[in-house]
């Protein structure tokens, strides 16, 4: 098993690769790594929905609980026009770690759609969530499964989809999806937790690399929900300059520094990034290879590649998106000595909070932002640092230690549920 085969970008493929060349290092037996590298259920689902010209249109989504050792799978849900099962088995295996990581009782799942949001209308996307729901709702629940917002999907749509749960099972099921509106049983401080909690492991980091905040600038790639607070939190937390910024339609940059504010009002009125007061535009590959201090990766997978690995300058890379690096970029940037704060320990705020919300749910009695901030730090912080010292103990890069951390937790439950 040592002699994995080459990744080719698939996503599933890099995550089968990550297990195993931590198996590796723990040393762990055929039985462990068998049940580690596959996913323990997938449902792909087909449904139809009547759109708006008349028509009805089938659409495809699927479903993966990778493995609920640990607790009932939790993981957000897509709507993507090049959705893939494997790009949901890999999501939802880092869904996995992460969750380990973190020391929440959940085990890890994650969904999607392929569908292209842009081309829908309003009632169109909520009846396709509804569809959806409807098609996977025997495979879902508070103590089975619970999905959340990821890319193009927000808490409108949550909120469609509890709405939809609760009917289907004639009860009040707020708790079968997290990221739902303050108003149907959200948590306080869920909006920006991925982007929060980003910048609470980017403190830690910025101490170990020696880098002063305040003085320090940043570039982001995509600027959705967690690229959007990442830099309006960079900002207002540490001072720092953020020098470029892309999205889908392209990027802009500004040396003097990007007003945060503005650029948001302007996406919110253009829909893009492209043409801020005060900005001059950039492509996606000039802003990677930009000259500053932390690169912030908050769009999709495999941005960084072998092909421009060498030419980033950061010196911290703070992964949102989940699988935004391969392992040949993540062996270049290691030599180069570019500190990763790898994906599913930098972007965990969100399903940390998340986690917060089902508790809240279960109770029925809610925190205040303040204290979601607090315990959110805490655990993110303490996360970093079992990373951090793993990676010294083991002599690793930071990626590999996450995955020892977490796999080491999961392997243990295995064990104590009889299951190697
Ligand atoms: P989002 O849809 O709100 O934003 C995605 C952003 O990426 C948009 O600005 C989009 O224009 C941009 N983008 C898409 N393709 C691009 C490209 N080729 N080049 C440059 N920019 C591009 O999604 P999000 O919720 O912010 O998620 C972003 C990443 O963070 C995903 O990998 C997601 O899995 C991960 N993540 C999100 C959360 C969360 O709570 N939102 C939690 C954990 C991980």
Known sequence: ????PATDHNPFRIAQKQINDCANILGLELSAREILLHPRREFH?????????????????????YNDAKGPTKGGIRFHPEET????????????WKCSLLDLPLGGGKGGVICNPKELSLRELERISRAYIRAISPFIGPE????????????QVMAWMADEYSSIV??????????KPLQLGGSPGRGDATARGGMYTLREAAREVGID??????VIQGFGNAGGYAASLA???????????CDSSGGVCCQKGICVFDLQQHKRQTSSVLYCHGTECLTNDELLAMD???????ALENTVTEKNADKIKAKIIVELANGPTTPEADEILYDKGVHVIPDFLCNAGGVTVSYFEMVQNAYMYYWDEEEIHRKLDAKMTRAYREVLETSKKYNINMRKAAYVVAIERVVEAMKLRGWI
């Open 1 to 4: 098993m040592s002699g994995y």
């Open 45 to 65: 689902v087909t449904f139809p929905v009547h759109m708006d010209d008349g028509t009805v249109r089938l659409f495809k989504g699927y479903r993966v609980h």
């Open 85 to 96: 099962i494997d790009t949901v088995r890999a999501l939802a295996a880092w869904m996995t």
């Open 144 to 155: 089975k499964d619970v999905p959340a917002p990821d890319v193009y999907t927000n808490p």
């Open 170 to 179: 004639g009860t009040h099921q707020f708790g079968v999806i997290t990221g």
């Open 213 to 218: 905040l305040k003085q320090a600038t940043m």
């Open 235 to 245: 900002e207002s937390m540490f001072g720092t300059k953020i020098l470029a910024v």
């Open 292 to 298: 500053t201090d932390i690169l912030v990766l908050a």
